[in-house]
């Protein structure tokens, strides 16, 4: 017997609490959405409902919290997200060098020189937030104002957490979970306020800004030694008079049997960022799960 | 109608893993509207037989995954009353999937029926 939707949504909760905690958002959501909405139709159709009696037959239709997070988790299972499904490496050589073809990795390098874009603009809007917010608080307007940032920091952390999803396969909320319905709007300010997620989500903005610029500068600085290395032996045939390197007025050239090490070393180093780029991807996936998606 | 024993839920489970997928295109393709969760629960129940094939909860898993397979979309939009809604539409890769699963659901239909009548 459920006498309120929280309840169900509890007993949801705890049937879900050994699934992925993105998977447990979404679900609630869906339960939370159509609950309240059968409610409300049962209300319509007789004022005066008993409405633990309504919520029990709703229920009934609907499905058990056992019947409920079952099937999520058996669709789940058959939908993980494209980017798990990983080549299996044969051997540390493999893996080392198959780098190339495995998409994480891709997906990481690609997901690192963004968080330069995205960071800073997250920065500087949690910052312009939170300042307008604070000073406006002495007028009356700056209530909404705050509200408006809030929500604006909510949405930017799930549209953040879909970049995370898609680009380093980490499973993440794939809808809000607004749990303010018929709430005014101060108490709705308030609950966003105790609401620790919200300054997880901020704290995880401000720190974007942060490994956005290592992202960059760390890509950056990788591309153009690889580049170098292997375009010593183009470059000293192409300008034989460009020297490599100046030392007490003397040239310094590397001699044409390097020229094979030097193309080999600039592969290396680049397929060994390849693999630091996935393993942080890796990292920064956690990370964001760690800080977006509270339980 | 007899007590369903638990091999029986478990067969009507498993029908139900493959046609409700089927069931949930077809109805977002006859719909002009985009349909959110609760209405499409509505309408199968008022379609339906009397005793309901699949609890609506089930519904909702589907129809994300449908979604993360890019054959719906989906927009959310606030509510006067409750928690925001989210609606479904069909895609066009959508309605390209329920052309191709019309056509092999139709098979397997004939192909059932011809074995049970024996």
Request: net charge neutral; aromatic share 12%.
């Amino acid at each position: 017997m459920f006498n309120k939707i929280e309840e169900y949504l509890d007993a949801l909760k705890n049937e879900m609490k050994d699934a992925d905690p993105a998977l447990v958002l979404d679900a609630l959501a869906d339960a939370r959405e159509h609950l309240s909405m059968a409610l409300e139709a049962a209300r319509e159709k007789t004022p005066d409902v008993n409405e633990a009696e309504a919520l029990n037959s709703i229920i009934e239709e609907y499905g058990t919290p056992e019947e409920t997070a079952s099937a999520y988790k058996e669709v789940e299972r058959r939908t993980s997200p494209i980017l798990k499904q990983t080549i299996k490496p044969r051997s540390l050589f493999g893996y080392f060098f198959g780098v190339y073809v495995d998409p994480r990795a891709w997906g990481a390098l690609l997901y690192m020189l963004i968080a330069f874009v995205t960071g800073i603009f997250y920065f500087t809007w949690a910052v312009t937030g939170v300042s307008i917010s604070i000073s406006f608080l002495i007028f009356i307007f700056g209530f909404p104002l705050a509200l408006l940032f809030l929500l604006s920091v909510r949405g930017l952390a799930l549209l953040e957490g879909r970049l995370v999803e898609a680009l380093l396969g980490v499973r993440m909320p794939r809808r809000p979970l607004f749990s303010h319905q018929g709430m005014k709007w101060f108490d709705r300010l308030k609950a966003l306020l105790t609401d620790k997620a919200t300054w997880l989500m901020l704290v995880y903005m401000v720190a974007q800004f942060v490994l956005g610029t290592v992202y960059f500068v760390a890509i950056v600085t990788a591309l153009s030694f690889s580049l170098a290395f292997t375009a010593i032996p183009f470059i000293q045939t192409a300008f034989p008079h460009t020297a490599i390197m100046y030392y007490n007025g003397t040239s310094h050239y590397f001699p044409v049997w390097s020229y094979p090490l030097c193309v080999l070393g600039g592969f290396v180093l680049w397929t060994t960022f390849m693999n630091i780029v996935r393993g942080v991807g890796q990292l920064h996936g956690r990370f964001a799960k760690w800080l977006l998606v509270s339980e | 109608m007899a007590e369903i024993t638990a091999q029986t839920r478990k067969f009507q489970k498993e029908l139900n893993a493959g046609t409700s997928s089927l069931v949930l295109l077809s109805v977002l393709n006859r719909s002009k509207e985009p349909m959110y969760g609760y209405q499409i629960a509505k309408l199968l129940e008022e379609s339906g037989p009397e005793v309901p094939m699949m609890k609506q909860g089930t519904l909702y898993p589907v129809l994300r995954s449908l979604e993360e397979n890019s054959l719906l979309e989906s927009t959310v939009e606030p509510s006067v009353s409750g928690p925001p809604r989210r609606y479904y539409k069909i895609t066009k890769d959508g309605r390209a999937a329920l052309e191709e699963w019309l056509e092999i659901w139709k098979q397997t239909k004939k192909f059932v029926d011809t074995i049970l009548k024996g």
